[in-house]
């Protein structure tokens, strides 16, 4: 059994839910998905995903619940995280916004909101690394990646800016891989994860 946590603080947690347990069908394996909202859960996750939604709040509210070096340790040890949208932001090195207390997890900074300024949303078909067919990706108010430091690994791009990024054991995305029934980038950040680690 595979616990997953999702944090639940702010933001879209039951389509993630989903995925999380799609991807874990697809792989054969058992999940338990817990939603954290308080801290004390994450040390008995084996996996954590950390949602879009409004990055301020979540970054606030990480903070205020004692979340956030529940978050830190789970990295420490190697777990992985799966981080999409504004939690891309709250993970991310330097988010250039006062209210945002970033967690310094990917080494990449980002700018929020500028991604498809013009198109507050749009879909695009992205082409991922280990992925063989596209995976259609789903932009919403999306974050801009605008420096990637050594030791992080693009995993996508678009229009020539990176969209998806591996360092360690976490994955980012600037957009929403739970809004479609396409679990391949949960699978990638998580089962395809646990099964290396159980293979060693
Ligand atoms: N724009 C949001 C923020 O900065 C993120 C958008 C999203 O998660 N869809 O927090």
Do not use: Y
Request: with cysteine.
């Amino acid at each position: 059994m595979i616990h997953a946590g999702v944090v639940a603080v702010q933001g879209d947690v039951s389509e993630h839910a989903a995925a999380i347990r799609r991807a874990a069908d697809a792989h054969g394996e058992n999940v338990d998905v817990v939603e954290i909202r308080q801290s004390g859960h994450i040390p008995d996750c084996d996996v954590l995903l950390i949602p879009g939604g409004e990055s301020t709040a979540i970054s606030r509210l990480l903070r205020r619940e004692g979340i956030d070096e529940e978050i830190r340790d789970h990295v420490a040890a190697g777990k992985p995280v799966l981080a999409t949208c504004a939690g891309l932001i709250v993970s991310s090195r330097d988010a250039k916004d006062d209210r945002v207390e970033t967690l310094d997890l990917i080494d990449v900074s980002v700018d929020r909101n500028a991604f498809g300024r013009q198109v507050d949303s749009f879909e695009a078909p992205l082409d991922i690394a280990g992925m063989d067919d596209p995976f259609p990706a789903v932009f919403i108010r999306a974050p801009l990646i605008d420096d990637v430091d050594d030791g992080v690994e693009v995993l996508a791009e678009w229009d020539g800016t990176p969209v998806a990024v591996r360092q360690g054991p976490v994955v980012g995305t600037s957009f929403h891989p739970e809004l479609t029934a396409d679990s391949r980038l949960h699978d990638l950040a998580f089962f395809d994860h646990v099964e290396a680690e159980a293979a060693d």
